[in-house]
Structure formats: C-alpha cells, structure tokens
C-alpha cells in the first residue's frame, strides 16, 4: 500500500511534468503580478523575471532528469536480457 502512495509523487513521463510546470508556472506568474503591485516600477518587474526564471530552470531539470531516468531504465532492461 505504502509503494501505491509513494507512485504518487513520482514523475514517470513528459506528461506529468509538464503538468507540474504548467502548475509551477501559474504559481510563479501570479507570485509576480503580486510583485509588480507591491513594487511598482523597474524592481517588480526584475523581481517577476526572476519568479519566470526560476521556473524555466527548474523546469528544465525536471525534464533532464526524467530523460536521463528513461534512458537508464532502458539500459538497466537491455542489460537484464544479455545477462
């Protein structure tokens, strides 16, 4: 039961992760429509860029690390069947 909870919070495909960027991105962009109210001018609208960047950064680690995962999973099976 406790592995069936813990699948829950594992990205497997390009799918889910992009669902959970698009959900980190939303989160980010209305964090810096808060930012350009509560800091008007050139210092909100640096503090919304960083809020974007972080995202495009985190984003592509996700991805990179469920490609990598792909491929080593790939070679773990293709070693299974030479053994």
Do not use: C, H, W
């Amino acid at each position: 039961m406790l592995k069936k909870v813990k699948r829950l919070f594992v990205i497997k495909t390009r799918f889910e992760a992009y669902l959970i960027i698009y959900a980190l991105a939303l989160g980010a962009m209305t964090r810096g429509a808060n930012y350009t109210q509560q800091f008007p001018g050139f210092g909100g609208y640096l503090l919304m860029a960083a809020t974007a960047g972080a995202v495009f950064l985190g984003g592509a680690k996700i991805l990179d690390a469920i490609r990598y995962e792909q491929e080593k999973r790939k070679e773990d099976a293709l070693n299974g069947e030479q053994s």
